[in-house]
């Protein structure tokens, strides 16, 4: 079975802008959760989806924002963004109640 | 929230010597999982282990639910054995909203 794909794996904005960030799981896994990784805050969750439904939300500002499609896969959009967004963003896919799987994470640098 | 703390935060071994590795959690928790970070970032499952005990080779881990606290042994470990160390909590929240801890840093020397 293939395993979670990202996409892009780096990227480069400037502060402002807006960015989208796609995450494809595990065939027939339901779950897709988000969480933003920092030097300084460690691994943060940001939100998971189950059957196209936000089902738990992190404290993140609203700014952050995702949504996952009919066949699962997901995405997340940051909108006007701060320095303080570069960060390695990691998805995670799972049946929907047990192991979570990791994909290879987009590694995001706000200039 | 809930806390979860690892110890120790930094660890280095010569190859072939044995750890523990530890995490604490502040409240009851409904699942527990130990990952290993690569050095390129990628997050591997070790074990999914809410309770009780389970190995896969070099590595197992036992989670004591009930004093709430999780432990992961390495034995015999290698220079590939080298990353960052996560435990992970759940509570019941009708899904995941995963809580990390800071993280075990192990340097496994040649």
């Known amino acids: 079975k293939a395993g979670v794909t990202q996409t892009p794996r780096y990227l480069i904005k400037t502060r402002g802008q807006q960015v989208t960030l796609s995450c494809s799981p595990i065939?027939?896994?339901?779950?897709v959760s988000w969480y933003q990784q920092t030097p300084g805050q460690g691994l943060q969750f940001l939100f998971e989806?189950?059957?196209?439904?936000?089902?738990n939300k992190g404290n993140f500002p609203g700014r952050f924002s995702g949504r996952q499609f009919s066949n699962s896969r997901s995405e997340m959009n940051v909108s006007t963004l701060e320095l303080g967004d570069s960060a390695l963003y990691l998805c995670?896919?799972?049946?929907?109640?047990?192991?979570?799987?990791f994909g290879p994470g987009t590694r995001l640098t706000v200039l | 929230g809930i806390q979860v703390e690892q110890s120790p935060p930094d660890l280095i071994l010569q190859e072939g010597a044995n750890s523990t590795l530890r995490c604490n959690f502040s409240?009851?928790?409904?699942?527990l999982q130990w990952f290993h970070q690569n050095p390129w970032g990628q997050l591997i499952n070790l074990f999914y282990i809410p309770s009780g005990t389970k190995q896969n080779g070099r590595l197992s881990a036992t989670t004591v639910a009930t004093e709430r606290y999780s432990l992961l042994y390495i034995s015999s470990s290698q220079t590939t054995d080298s990353g960052v160390y996560f435990c992970?909590?759940?509570?019941?929240?009708?899904?995941?909203?995963?809580?990390f801890g800071a993280g075990t840093r192990l340097f496994v020397k040649a």
């Open positions: 065939s027939g896994h339901r779950s």
């Open positions: 992970a909590v759940e509570q019941n929240t009708g899904g995941f909203k995963t809580i």
């Open positions: 989806y189950f059957s196209e439904t936000q089902r």
């Open positions: 409240d009851s928790v409904n699942n």
């Open positions: 995670a896919s799972s049946l929907g109640f047990d192991t979570q799987y």
